[in-house]
Antibody, heavy 119, light 106 residues
Framework: QVQLVESGGGVVQPGRSLRLSCAAS????????MHWVRQAPGKGLEWVAI????????FYGDSVQGRFTVSRDNSNNMLHLQMNNLRAEDTAVYYC????????????WGKGTTVTVSS | EIVLTQSPATLSLSPGEGATLSCGAS??????LAWYQKKPGQTPRLIVY???KRASGIPARFSGSGSGTDFSLTISSLEPEDFAVYHC?????????FGPGTKVEI
């Protein structure tokens, strides 16, 4: 079945960088857009980024634009999120999510990986 | 940015009762609206997309409606597993945005 497994979370100091990864299986990864979505403690869901199947379409949420970079490796069914210049407000559970095609919503989600930005 | 608002913030109900959750958009989003269910410590789950289409495996007690700027998710008769937070999401324009959520509690 479709499975998404995030990794790379941890505790990091403000201003530092972290790279998240998402391993996809059970579907034709190269055919689908993928998203990153986060949820800060006690807050709602916040969309972070999208990358289309062919990397032609990449968009970011306003709060991470210019600091985060999404990428994918279709040969290895991997999605990545490079997070630079991290801030305390980036503390959240980060979810990798699959798009049903290029429809811009999320039909399958991973279990998430936790990022804590703290000195 | 399209801002989504949800009401009420919290809905206190009993199993067997019906629930109606509202989602409003700051501008027209046509029919580009999805609903997700989120339980603490669990992964989000797609409930409805394109306003009214149920996702795979979602029971018929869930139904979505609306158009333009006003939308709703109705749960006809609450089951114990339905108590959760529900978020709406628009995909009419960038950036994609979520509503703050409605908590359906016992």
């Amino acid at each position: 079945q479709v499975q998404l497994v995030e990794s790379g979370g941890g505790v990091v100091q403000p201003g530092r960088s972290l790279r998240l990864s998402c391993a996809a299986s059970g579907f034709s990864f190269r055919s689908f857009s993928m998203h990153w979505v986060r949820q800060a403690p006690g807050k709602g869901l916040e969309w972070v980024a999208i990358i289309s199947h062919d990397e032609e379409k990449i968009f970011y949420g306003d709060s991470v634009q210019g600091r985060f970079t999404v990428s994918r490796d279709n040969s290895n069914n991997m999605l990545h999120l490079q997070m630079n210049n991290l801030r305390a407000e980036d503390t959240a559970v980060y979810y990798c999510a699959k798009d049903p095609y290029n429809y811009n919503y999320m039909d399958v989600w991973g279990k998430g990986t936790t990022v804590t930005v703290s000195s | 940015e399209i801002v989504l608002t949800q009401s009420p913030a919290t809905l206190s109900l009993s199993p067997g009762e019906g629930a109606t959750l509202s989602c409003g958009a700051s501008q027209s989003i046509d029919s580009f609206l999805a609903w997700y269910q989120k339980k603490p410590g669990q992964t989000p789950r797609l409930i409805v997309y394109d306003v009214s289409k149920r996702a795979s495996g979602i029971p018929a007690r869930f139904s979505g409606s609306g158009s333009g700027t006003d939308f709703s998710l109705t749960i006809s008769s609450l089951e114990p597993e339905d108590f959760a937070v529900y978020h709406c999401q628009q995909y009419r324009d960038w950036p994609l945005t979520f509503g703050p959520g409605t908590k359906v509690e016992i």
